[in-house]
């Protein structure tokens, strides 16, 4: 299958899914203009999309597993691949792509080339990961990427560029990694040939694996149209400052006892926040949202001054 051709195929799998009444359509969000706020000051956007709140409620063991997907539901395969539809869309014509066999969301050499690999050729998408549970993977039992399309991004977006990329950025001694400077968020810039580019992604997943931290990958196309990725090292102490386990058994008794959880945000980060797409899922927590708490928010995701150095400097070391 040549690119032009798993371009064409994967753009199908949504609407026809869309079309046949497997997914919800989420269009109407993006056309009511009550549903997307531009924080003042600032290059990101919030979204309210209630769809999205049904995508923690997975009941099956793994919920994505190409073995239990339904046969008369789109889908294409492609190296090791198998992408489909993302049931619970942020967007409409959002899709999921996952490894063809069952093993863990952990990313690995065989992980990192494919999602290069896919985001040089889905062009016409903004590929993403969420590694680990405090980075916002919500499935973390089968390997997955998600495809954002820019058809979608693009009403957000209107400048076709995402939030992030407005951000200056510093070079490091390695030429394909560049720091982001003014971000709220502390992540890298990745460009490169594509083998530079798995080269550095493969950097600084070690460097976060070997910590326990999360890790937010977004690829997409660049101003000079080579791909561009984004890599936000992840703290596990968010949002609470305890480490994840503790946090997420706070938020859950806050949600029985209160009724609903606790802090600003009633969702976690993931990706798309990170890259300063804000995706609420309640009108109330929608509201409240503003630049000054998306900045803060930003910041306390990610990983520590300390850390953050660390990081930079094993990844970056020749
Ligand atoms: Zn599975």
């Known amino acids: ?14 609407i026809r899914d869309r079309d ?5 359509s989420v269009a109407h969000v993006l056309e009511d ?3 997307i706020r531009r924080l003042g000051g600032s290059e990101i956007v919030a979204v309210l999309n209630p769809v999205r709140s049904l995508a923690v409620s997975y009941r099956s063991s793994c919920p994505i597993c190409p073995a239990d997907f339904p046969a008369d539901r789109p889908f294409v395969k492609w190296r090791t691949r198998f992408i489909r539809a993302n049931d619970h869309p942020v967007f409409d ?3 999921l792509d996952i490894r063809q066999r069952h093993s863990p969301h952990q990313l690995d050499t065989e992980g990192i080339c494919d999602f290069v690999s896919l985001a040089s050729i889905a062009t016409d998408y903004v590929t993403i990961r969420n590694e680990g549970e405090c980075a916002g993977a919500s499935v ?17 977006f209107p400048t076709a560029h995402l939030p992030v990329e407005s951000a200056h950025t510093a070079p490091t001694s390695r030429k394909s990694i560049r720091t982001l400077e003014d971000w709220p968020a502390r992540g890298f810039a990745i460009q490169g040939h594509q083998d530079e580019v798995v080269d550095a992604i493969r950097k600084i997943a070690a460097a976060t694996s070997s910590r326990n931290l999360g890790l937010n990958l977004a690829a997409t196309r660049s101003r000079n149209s080579r791909t561009m990725v984004f890599a936000f090292p992840r703290t596990t102490k968010w949002p609470s400052g305890y480490p994840a386990p503790i946090s997420h058994l706070a938020r859950a008794c806050s949600r029985v006892l209160l009724g609903k959880p606790i802090g600003h945000f009633s969702y976690g980060f993931g990706t798309a926040q990170m890259f300063g797409l804000m995706i609420a899922t309640e009108r109330k927590s929608f509201e409240r949202l503003t630049s000054q708490r998306v900045h803060r928010g930003l910041r306390q995701a990610s990983v520590g001054r300390a850390t953050w150095q660390d990081i930079v400097a094993g990844v970056t070391m020749h």
């Open 1 to 14: 299958m040549t690119p032009a051709e798993l371009s064409k195929r994967i753009s199908q799998i949504a």
């Open 20 to 24: 046949a009444g497997h997914v919800p």
């Open 33 to 35: 203009s009550k549903h």
């Open 93 to 95: 014509g959002h899709l």
């Open 140 to 156: 973390l039992t089968h390997d997955h990427n998600q495809l954002l399309p820019w058809a979608a991004l693009e009403s957000i």
